[in-house]
């Protein structure tokens, strides 16, 4: 198995920008978790899905943040606009359901806006 | 609120000693995970504790569960170089799916 994957690795845009991050889960896995980390916040849950249904998005910061899964192979989270302070690294995790699943985390996504 | 508090936050150790990192938290669980993050890297699962008791090893790493205490220890013993990285814990509170609490990290150093 490939892992969760992620796109782009490496992200730099304006502010103001819209900015498109993109993840694959990996295969039978119904759970996928979209997190942020900075130096200063540490790693924050912005969302997560159940069977592309999402179930929490308490953790997203505003509205310029949201997120899509059209179906169980494909995730993206969007900022528009951009801010320099939404500058971290994105990471994706998907895991199976049920009592005591680890999350498997993607490479993750490093974003700068200038 | 849910808190998961790990200590210390900063670790420097020289090679061949012994340490534990420590963590705690707020709820009831009885699901405790442990993860590495190499700097620039994602994280990687270590280990997955799902009882009170509960103790797993993995070469100079060895955790372990006490959901009475709501505590959890990741011992290390004697640390070789390539230990060092960031140390998480995170625990799932129960009815809430999936979802994770991760700590604020244990970043260790370890010193030839």
């Known amino acids: 198995d490939a892992g969760v994957i992620q796109s782009p690795r490496h992200e730099v845009t304006e502010m103001g920008q819209e900015v498109t991050l993109r993840c694959k889960p990996i295969?039978?896995?119904?759970?996928l978790f979209w997190y942020r980390q900075t130096m200063m916040r540490g790693l924050e849950l912005l969302i997560y899905?159940?069977?592309?249904?999402?179930?929490?998005d308490s953790g997203m910061p505003e509205d310029r943040f949201s997120a899509k899964m059209p179906n169980a192979s494909f995730s993206t989270l969007k900022i528009q606009p951009s801010e320099p302070r939404d500058s971290a690294v994105y990471f994706c995790?998907?895991?199976?359901?049920?009592?005591?699943?680890?999350?498997?985390f993607g490479p993750g996504t490093r974003l700068t806006v200038l | 609120e849910l808190k998961v508090e790990q200590n210390p936050l900063f670790l420097s150790m020289q090679e061949g000693k012994n340490y534990t990192i420590y963590c705690n938290y707020s709820?009831?669980?009885?699901?405790l995970y442990w993860y590495r993050q190499d700097p620039g890297k994602s994280l990687e699962s270590l280990f997955v504790?799902?009882?009170?008791?509960a103790v797993k090893q993995e070469g100079r790493l060895m955790a372990s569960l006490d959901t009475k205490a709501r505590l959890s220890t990741l011992h290390i013993t004697a640390a070789v170089h390539d230990l060092s990285a960031t140390y998480f814990c995170?625990?799932?509170?129960?009815?809430?799916?999936?979802?994770?609490?991760f700590g604020t990290g244990t970043s260790l150093t370890v010193i030839p």
């Open positions: 709820t009831t669980s009885d699901r």
């Open positions: 995790a998907s895991s199976f359901p049920g009592w005591g699943n680890e999350q498997f």
């Open positions: 899905f159940n069977n592309n249904v999402p179930i929490d």
């Open positions: 295969s039978g896995h119904d759970y």
């Open positions: 504790l799902l009882s009170n008791g």
């Open positions: 995170a625990v799932d509170k129960r009815n809430t799916g999936n979802q994770f609490y």
